[in-house]
């Protein structure tokens, strides 16, 4: 998504804060001009985004339909299916922001989830 860097992107589920500021950066197509991103105060925060993201899909494709359910499954073939999403996540003890990529979002995505069933 960011030409011109070299990120390098970490595969592990390392421990975030979930006070870090995060950017999501989000390119539905393989078109260029459909890039963008939104920040947000927390982790978890983007993390709904995330799910806001997918419901809005949704409700895109299916707008006659007053309640739409869908598998944690539906929401990964989401993701997968976008040209790119990726986490920019602030850690205060370097000052700079750590790059995640698909699968790193998928687990806090699903640990996000998973936490508010409980």
């Known amino acids: 998504l960011v030409q011109g860097l070299d990120l390098r992107f970490a595969q592990s589920s390392t421990s975030?804060?979930?006070m870090s500021h995060t950017i999501?950066?989000?390119q539905p197509t393989l078109s260029a001009a459909s890039r963008t991103y939104s920040d947000y105060e927390t982790v978890n925060q983007a993390m709904e985004?995330?799910?806001k993201m997918f419901e809005g899909?949704?409700?895109a494709t299916y707008p006659t339909r007053?309640?739409?359910n869908y598998e944690i499954g539906d929401l990964?073939?989401?993701v997968d299916a976008l040209s790119d999403l990726s986490a920019l996540v602030y850690d205060g003890k370097t000052n700079n922001y750590v790059p995640h990529n698909k699968d790193w979002i998928k687990e806090r995505v699903?640990?996000?989830l998973k936490k508010?069933?409980?």
Do not use: P, R, W
């Open 24 to 26: 999501l950066l989000v």
């Open 16 to 18: 975030h804060s979930n």
């Open 66 to 68: 007053v309640n739409i």
């Open 76 to 78: 990964y073939a989401f």
């Open 57 to 59: 899909h949704l409700k």
């Open 110 to 112: 699903f640990a996000m």
């Open 49 to 51: 985004g995330v799910c």
């Open 116 to 118: 508010a069933m409980a």
